[in-house]
């Protein structure tokens, strides 16, 4: 009895390894994409538990970047604009200098000193929070 096509793919996709066809170029094409379709299977899986496990990094994400958004928008126009925005390229190249070169002292004194800068913002821009918050 002679295998067709879609028994070859079957037989393969279930371990085979030595098949016995009569039309090679059909059953070669068949069989790989057979193989196409079992990869892109254990890719979707993949990414799927992807989503599953990771689904948390990507609402943080997106909620910094809405939050980051509507700050910038707060301030847009503000004497405090270019004030802050230096800050922020200040602070992120210094936290991203430390983290590269794995400078550990560095590190300590920007996360020390992020609790008090948070303070200092207010501080620093309470003329330009208070119109507003008044409005």
């Known amino acids: 009895m002679r295998p067709t096509i879609a028994l070859t793919s079957l037989l393969r996709e279930r371990g085979a390894q030595v ?22 299977r254990a890719m979707i ?9 990771k689904w948390r990094s990507l609402f943080e994400i997106i909620l910094l970047s809405v939050v980051i958004y509507y700050g910038y928008l707060y301030f847009r ?11 922020a390229i ?18 300590w004194i920007i996360r020390s000193f992020s609790v008090f800068l ?3 913002l207010v501080v620093i821009f309470q003329p330009e929070l208070a119109p507003r918050a008044w409005r």
């Open 77 to 87: 126009g503000t004497r405090g604009a270019k004030v802050l925005t230096g800050l």
């Open 19 to 40: 098949l016995r066809v009569h039309d090679v170029k059909a059953n070669v094409d068949a069989l790989r994409t057979t193989e196409a379709l079992a990869r892109s």
């Open 118 to 120: 948070a303070v200092a």
């Open 90 to 107: 200040v602070f992120l190249t210094l936290t991203l200098i430390s983290q590269l070169l794995n400078l550990v002292v560095i590190s």
């Open 45 to 53: 899986q993949q990414l799927i538990q992807l989503w599953v496990d």
